[in-house]
């Protein structure tokens, strides 16, 4: 008896640490086509080694259907309230501007306690930006940090993004293959994206 409340008590914990994750080991893929079979606009998500000595990476890659530009204006305008249609996103503000580095505020829904403060990077010739979590503890991380890259890919836009973060049950996380897992919520941050991408373009088309 004490033996089976015991994997109970385990199964319970090991839920628990999954969800209250919020994002990997050797470069491998965790989902999705071949890194040259984005037509069908899946997005690929990859497993990286970390940088540093504990955490983990990914790369997720995928494709938008709207113009370089489009997707550029869209990945900042920091105070788009478009961003509030993703279910995942429970509040997000502007805090600050200047120049090419931004500092904005978002309340994730599983985490509904923890205010994340990115600051952001932008370098427009390279359409690429650079971001950084500014108080990892605050948000039960060690660290979170990476890149955002956007290609032009004919009339499309190739988006890539990299990340390393750190946090207690990160292993977890990225190894969990069902829904609050690490392929599931970047899958459907993904998908969210090229969907509002559109809207954001055409935000009189229903």
């Known amino acids: 008896m004490f033996k089976s409340v015991l994997l109970r008590g385990f199964a319970v914990f ?111 010739e390279q359409h690429l930006l650079k971001f950084v979590l500014l108080n990892p503890e605050a948000c039960g991380q060690k660290y979170h940090y990476g890149t955002i890259q956007l290609q032009a890919e004919g009339s499309a836009t190739r988006v890539s993004q990299v990340a390393y973060l750190d946090f207690f049950g990160v292993s977890l996380w990225v190894n969990y293959p069902l829904s609050g897992g690490m392929s599931h919520f970047l899958n459907d941050t993904a998908r969210w994206e090229q969907q509002a991408v559109l809207k954001y373009w055409h935000p009189n088309q229903e």
Not at 68 to 75: G, P, R
Not at 80 to 108: C, K, M, P
């Open 14 to 124: 090991v839920t628990a640490m999954i969800i209250a994750s919020g994002a990997l080991s050797a470069e491998t893929p965790a989902t999705g086509p071949a890194a040259d079979e984005l037509s069908d606009n899946a997005p690929l998500i990859t497993k990286l080694k970390p940088e540093k000595a504990d955490g983990r990476g990914y790369r997720l890659v995928y494709t938008v259907d709207a113009p370089l530009a489009v997707t550029w204006n869209f990945k900042t305008d920091f105070a788009s309230q478009i961003l509030l249609s993703n279910q995942l996103i429970s509040s997000h503000r502007l805090v600050s501007r200047d120049g090419n580095e931004v500092v904005t505020e978002t309340v994730y829904s599983n985490k509904p306690k923890r205010v994340f403060r990115w600051k952001t990077t932008l370098f427009p």
